[in-house]
């Protein structure tokens, strides 16, 4: 049975691990991976047709407990605790719920202290007691009348919650914390840059943890800006975005049956490789003979995708210029994102003139894909993977003649 440390507003955990409030889902899901003797049977919950309407969550079914991570920036907003006869739970270092003390409300005073009174919702039949950051649901069906604010004596906690703030409805996930760094560096939002014919490159917004010169506890979150483009070489990549966490050489190209003439394409003595980083949701592909960047992929990281946690989400933004027909017509500014489905898409950029590439994920070790195919479709430079429910999984940025003149813009820190 799990012991754990209860801090309101900000984690559950142990000397060990702890699950923080604002922590990015990966990390979490890592917690489970590395102790995956002691913490089991743990569910993964979603919403497979519309993935953004409702929270993600991590079940640990042996222990009850409940993780849900909000379905956008996919970062913990809420730790439930459902059943708390599975688990041990203490509060400044003093037990209140284990197997020889019960979590009444008389325990809940004596460790908490006094609060504001409790609300009782009449459907649920339960008393919610809460603090700032923190509340208990009581059980309550054994009364049939409550009293409105008093909650009986002897009743027990049949949930507990941790969040942010002073309203569970309302709460929302907070900023990641100092301690889910890690020595990473994690991108706020990715602009892509472009002119009339299509991307030119990429405009990173890079968050990191540094410490101030001199001062070890002077630690804060630093915002970093860094423009990479299409022709950029490995070094100057390297200086902006740092070591990549892995690099991935291309053993075979398997779209390159569809480019217009295959019967051309000689084998090469090199391979083209990957720069892959997880932590910014990009990938960026090098040219085996020049070294320089020659496509950008952006992971949308949505799950029931086969690359699910493998990289955090990318939360990019893909300027379009519409051109609207007649003379004097204008050109309609519009904006992609990482939450933007196929259908508006080709709403605003039109139909693909051929018909999508069909791509087949599968191991190497159980030649199996649970998710099914996704679809590949060409438009402006640019290669959407379309999931079957509608949602983008990627999208591959191809580079176009770089115009010698472009600047590179200065790099800033706040």
Known sequence: MLDLEVVPERSLGNEQWEFALGMPLAQAISILQKHCRIIKNVQVLYSEQTPLSHDLILNLTQDGIKLLFDACNQRLKVIEVYDLSKVKLKYCGVHFNS????????????SFGATHPGVYNAA??????????????????????????????????????????????ETKAPVMPLACFLGNVYAEC????????????????????????????????????????????????????????????????????????????VPSKCNDYFFNYFTLGVDILFDSTTHLVKKFVLHTNYPGHYNFNIYH????????????????????????TTYSKWDQIQELLGHPMEKPVVLHRSSSANNTNPFGSTFCFGLQRMIFEVMQNNHIASVTLYSGPRPSNLPRAESSVH
């Open 190 to 265: 990715v602009d892509v840059l472009r002119d009339g014919t299509g991307p030119l490159g990429l405009r990173l917004r890079l968050l990191t943890a540094g410490c101030g010169p001199g001062v070890l506890a002077d630690a804060k979150v630093r915002a970093l800006e860094r423009n990479i483009y299409f022709g950029d070489s490995c070094q100057d990549v390297l200086s902006a975005l740092g070591s990549p966490h892995k690099v991935f050489y291309k053993s075979e190209d398997k779209m390159k049956i569809h480019s217009p003439s295959p019967h051309k394409q």
């Open 124 to 169: 649920e039949q339960l008393f919610h007691l809460n603090f700032r950051g923190l509340s208990f649901s009581f059980q309550l069906d054994s009364w049939n009348e409550a009293p409105k604010y008093e909650i009986p004596h002897g009743a027990t906690v049949k949930r507990m919650y941790i969040y942010t703030g002073n309203n569970l409805q």
């Open 313 to 336: 989400r990318c939360d990019f933004k893909i300027p379009l210029v519409i051109k609207k027909d007649g003379a004097d017509a204008q050109g309609e500014d519009c904006i992609l």
């Open 99 to 110: 197997q020889a003390i019960a979590p009444t409300i008389e325990q809940i005073d004596q």
